[in-house]
Structure formats: C-alpha cells, structure tokens
T-cell receptor
Framework: GAVVSQHPSRVICKSGTSVKIECRSL??????MFWYRQFPKQSLMLMAT?????????EQGVEKDKFLINHASLTLSTLTVTSAHPEDSSFYIC????????????FGNGTRLTVT | AQSVTQLGSHVSVSEGALVLLRCNYS??????LFWYVQYPNQGLQLLLK??????LVKGINGFEAEFKKSETSFHLTKPSAHMSDAAEYFC??????????FGTGTSLTVIP
C-alpha cells in the first residue's frame, strides 16, 4: 500500500517552455503533498507544501509564479515549471502523507527535468 | 522546531560487515523519526520509522534503528552489509504536524 506515482520520470524541454509534473497517491487520500528539489549528491530541498483545496505554501526563496502547484483533489497534485530555464534542470520529487499524525511520507520516483 | 544531523556524508563498509549510519535530531516535542533509502534516479523508500512504543525499530532489508532519547539519536544499523545496500540514506524527523526535516544524507558504499 501507500504508493505514490509521479509522471513523467524524465522530461527534456526547450528553454522558455512549461513543463507539468503529476503526483498521484494511488491507494490513499493525501491531505498534504510536498514537492522537493534535489541537486546531485545533495539532500532534498523542500519547495512547497500543498493541501487539498487550498493554496500551496512555498518555502523561502522559491518563486511561486515560476513553480505553480495545484492540489485539486485528495489524490493529485501537479507542479508546473513555467518558462523553464537551464538552471531549473534538476530532480524533482513529490511526496504525500495521509494525515498530520505520525504517518510517514511516501515518495514518488522523481522526475528528471532537463532544460536545453 | 526540529532538525536532523547525519554524521558522515560518506560511509564505506566491506560486504558482510556491520553498517552503522548515524543520525542525531533536535526536537522541542516528542519526535517521529524515519529512515529513508534512495537509489540512483529514484524517489525515497521508507526503511523504518519510530513514533511511540518500542525504541528498537526493525525495518525492511534487515535494517534496524534504536531511538535513544538521552542521546537524541536514531542510528541505523544492519549486522551484515550486502552489495545491494549501496545507496543514499536519509534520516528525517517530524512532529505531530506537517513538516518533515531531512538530514543531508549519507552515501553508503559496500566494498566487495
């Protein structure tokens, strides 16, 4: 149980275009989803927290107009990288948890974004 | 507030040797503690978690961790390393809320 599906696993796009990444909880309802960015050989950097039906909470330094997050249902959150630039190339990982108690985070398999 | 410190960004062990990955946490409230493993180009997989109860927690793939409140530690161990254990390991702390805090990770290399 507790599977999180993230698509696509890899995407290459041209500079200036937008890319959407989907994160789905397949067998549980996720009240909260998190989006992380990970640079090579580094830990996860939390970008934003999204709660179903409300606006995402962005971490300091993360441009909310560039990284659009939508959490329209209890099983789906999307991250759209708008007007992508080469410096946005990174590994993006979503995670979800069912409640605010002691349940762990369940992670998607990540999306490798390359902007050319 | 919570935070996690993982001592040693790189650990190398011989196949069959003991694995010990260190994690110390800081928390103003009773913490929930987690260990995750990440293989290249993949997301994170939960190894084990401590919430309440027994302080020695057993997880998948033969790993276990012990919550020591007096030492504010949650070190991950495995009696005998296998080649397939080579990966990145992350310790995380959470409280009865929403936020997770991850350590900087420890890269485990297993030498044949």
């Amino acid at each position: 149980g507790a599977v999180v599906s993230q698509h696509p696993s890899r995407v290459i796009c041209k500079s200036g275009t937008s890319v959407k990444i989907e994160c789905r909880s397949l067998d549980f309802q996720a009240t909260t989803m998190f989006w992380y960015r990970q640079f090579p050989k580094q830990s996860l950097m939390l970008m934003a927290t999204s709660n179903e039906g409300s606006k995402a909470t962005y971490e300091q330094g993360v441009e909310k107009d560039k990284f659009l997050i939508n959490h329209a249902s209890l099983t789906l959150s999307t991250l759209t990288v708008t007007s992508a630039h080469p410096e946005d190339s990174s590994f993006y990982i979503c995670s979800a948890r069912a409640d605010r108690g002691n349940s762990p985070l369940h992670f998607g398999n990540g999306t490798r974004l390359t902007v050319t | 507030a919570q935070s996690v410190t993982q001592l040693g960004s790189h650990v190398s062990v011989s196949e069959g040797a003991l694995v010990l990955l260190r994690c110390n946490y800081s928390s103003s409230v009773p913490p929930y503690l987690f260990w995750y493993v990440q293989y290249p180009n993949q997301g994170l997989q939960l190894l084990l978690k401590y919430t309440t109860g027994a302080t020695l927690v057993k997880g998948i793939n033969g790993f276990e961790a012990e919550f020591k409140k007096s030492e504010t530690s949650f070190h991950l161990t495995k009696p005998s390393a296998h080649m397939s254990d080579a990966a990145e390991y992350f310790c995380a702390v959470s409280a009865a809320g929403n936020q997770f805090y991850f350590g900087t990770g420890t890269s485990l290399t297993v030498i044949p």
